[in-house]
């Protein structure tokens, strides 16, 4: 399977289960944005152990689940890695957390059919994900971030945006992605 089919088995696995969930990362960055390349699939999902359960039956064909729950030292948020058993892909299941970033991002998120998918997907908003690049601030992040910000401009709730970077500590970065922009692109 290649990485797109690989997605969707998920997607279909998440919907089959009824695990409510975003698509997140740079694939959700991707949509709204300059499209990049990425050797795995991020989720927010909220389940229980049962859930994972019948995920991991449903997804056993296609990937090995890291028994080992991992912790993502950023927003400190638990999530499982799933391994593609026939290539180098990796999907991450994140649990939402009682971060309020993250309740409000999942009260913001849209269903948003994805032509590449051939899915109605569950995605956060553009100015969700310029948050959370910003709050992560890998290089990869902020390039993604740069380049959501490039492409929507003034279509994006700066108030929001500014609002949660002013929480998070990450206006500075912000502010340096709005700087390096070329002028007619700055909002």
């Known amino acids: 399977m290649n990485q797109t089919q690989l997605v969707v088995a998920v997607i279909d696995a998440l919907n089959e289960t009824r695990v409510p969930y975003l698509l997140a990362g740079s694939l959700a960055a991707n949509i709204y944005s300059i499209p990049r390349s990425t050797k795995d699939a991020d989720f927010v999902v909220e389940m229980d152990a049962a859930a994972l359960g019948r995920l991991a039956s449903l997804l056993d064909a296609h990937f090995e689940l890291d028994p080992q729950q991992h912790l993502e030292t950023s927003t400190w948020t638990r999530r499982y890695i799933w391994k593609a058993r026939e290539t180098p892909f990796d999907v991450e299941l994140f649990l939402k957390s009682d971060d309020p970033h993250h309740q409000e991002q999942w009260g913001r998120r849209r269903e948003i059919f994805i032509e590449v998918l051939s899915r109605k997907t569950w995605?956060?908003?553009?100015?969700?994900?310029?948050?959370?690049?910003l709050r992560w601030g890998r290089a990869k992040d902020l390039t993604d971030a740069a380049a959501l910000i490039s492409v929507r401009g003034m279509l994006l709730d700066w108030p929001y945006i500014e609002k949660w970077c002013g929480i998070h500590g990450s206006l500075p970065r912000l502010e340096a992605i709005k700087a390096a922009l070329p002028a007619d692109l700055r909002p």
């Open 123 to 133: 995605v956060p908003t553009p100015e969700d994900i310029v948050i959370q690049k």
